[in-house]
């Protein structure tokens, strides 16, 4: 009933910049927070980055001051801008959000969703 799909991830060089979007679709009556995983090959997937309903941010010590996620309430999407990538930022880019489902145009309950990923491979 509710889904999350991600687009603009891609192959760029080291130093160079992406961004991704995050669109949820579905029988939706809010989303909390919503957020950026990524999981690298032999990795666990780890937090990059999460945004509030009210647009409190959150990163991580490795993006700070290079990525900035962003959300638009009104459109059900998150953005994740990616600058000055390094080579070892290469990894599946997942998006996550608590969502509320709607029943009958009535607040359900809240789960958490993922995304399907969407690759980002930055060369040297």
């Known amino acids: 009933q509710v889904q999350l799909v991600e687009s603009g991830g891609g192959l760029v060089q080291a130093g160079g910049s992406l961004r991704l979007s995050c669109s949820a679709s579905?029988?939706?009556?809010?989303?909390?927070?919503m957020g950026w995983y990524r999981q690298a090959p032999g990795k666990q997937r780890e937090l990059v980055a999460s945004?509030?309903?009210?647009?409190?941010?959150n990163y991580t010590d490795f993006v700070r001051g290079r990525f900035t996620i962003s959300r638009d309430n009104a459109r059900k999407m998150v953005y994740l801008q990616m600058n000055s990538l390094k080579p070892e930022e290469t990894a599946v880019y997942y998006c996550?959000?608590?969502?509320?489902?709607?029943?009958?145009?009535?607040?359900?309950?809240?789960?958490?969703?993922w995304g399907q990923g969407t690759q980002v491979t930055v060369s040297s």
């Open positions: 579905g029988k939706i009556f809010s989303i909390n927070t």
């Open positions: 945004i509030s309903q009210g647009g409190s941010t």
């Open positions: 996550n959000a608590d969502i509320k489902t709607s029943v009958v145009g009535f607040p359900g309950r809240e789960s958490n969703y």
